[in-house]
């Protein structure tokens, strides 16, 4: 943000994340930038599931993640887009943080049985350590950022 500003923006918006660390560092570094400025701090995105990392656990048929049975409002990313689009287009959302959420609260074990039902297929899900997730990512071949990333969204 700071050499954005620099280079003479005067306004920018975050994408950010709901109760990550590194998304409160660059919330902070965004406050502090001098622009003007719009957080729009998400929570998970529907589109995870069908265009993200879980696509091939959801063809295969079982999706292990390390969360128990806490209800997430996943929001869908055309929804954020609608709203990236107000801010960046209309006046009056300046210095504001908006909590972009979708309708209702699913677990992700819920979530899956959903997505199941709605293909006509058994997916199951299965709650698995920290560890046994390290693990799968490593056999996946993610990169390792990105599977620092997930560690850290589903240790917070």
């Excluded at 280079?7 to 975050?14: D, F, P, Q, T």
């Excluded at 729009?40 to 879980?54: D, H, K, P, T, V």
């Excluded at 959801?58 to 990236?84: K, Q, S, T």
């Excluded at 709650?127 to 560690?151: K, Q």
Aim: proline share 3%.
């Amino acid at each position: 943000s700071r050499l954005a500003v620099e280079c003479g923006v005067r306004r920018l918006v975050l994408l950010s994340g709901r109760g990550e660390t590194e998304a409160q560092r660059a919330e902070e570094m965004l406050k502090a930038s001098g622009a003007d400025w719009t957080i729009l701090r998400c929570a998970w995105f529907s589109q995870n599931f069908s265009e993200g990392f879980l696509v091939d656990s959801l063809r295969e048929g079982e999706v292990a993640l390390p969360v128990g049975n806490v209800g997430e409002p996943f929001v869908d990313a055309d929804d954020i887009a609608d709203a990236a689009a107000a801010v960046l287009t209309r006046q009056g959302y300046t210095g504001q943080l908006y909590e972009l959420t979708g309708p209702r609260l699913l677990s992700f074990a819920d979530a899956v049985a959903e997505i199941g039902r709605a293909a006509g297929r058994d997916i199951r899900f299965k709650r698995i350590s920290h560890a046994e997730f390290t693990a799968a990512t490593a056999e996946h071949e993610l990169p390792a950022e990105f599977a620092w990333l997930l560690n850290e969204l589903f240790t917070e």
